[in-house]
C-alpha cells in the first residue's frame, strides 16, 4: 500500500488499555475552551484548537 508514493510505517503496540480511565473536569475544560462544534453537525464534528 502506498500514498504518494510512500509506504506506511506499521508498528504493533503492545500496550494495554485499560477500561474506565478518564480524563480529571478540570482538564476537560481546558480542552472544551479551544473546540469548536459545526452547528450543523453538532454532534459529529468537533474542531480542538491547539494552544
Same mark, same amino acid.
Given at each position: 500500500?502506498?500514498? /504518494?508514493g !510512500?509506504s ?6 503492545? &500496550?494495554?488499555?485499560? /477500561?474506565? !480511565? ?7 475544560? &481546558?480542552v472544551e475552551?479551544?473546540?469548536e ?7 459529529w464534528?468537533?474542531?480542538?484548537r491547539?494552544?
Open positions: 500500500m502506498k500514498w /504518494k !510512500v506506511p510505517v506499521v508498528r504493533l503496540n503492545h &500496550k494495554v488499555c485499560h /477500561k474506565g !480511565v478518564s480524563v480529571s473536569k478540570k482538564a476537560m475544560w &481546558k475552551a479551544r473546540s462544534r459545526n452547528p450543523l453537525l453538532a454532534k464534528d468537533i474542531l480542538i491547539p494552544v
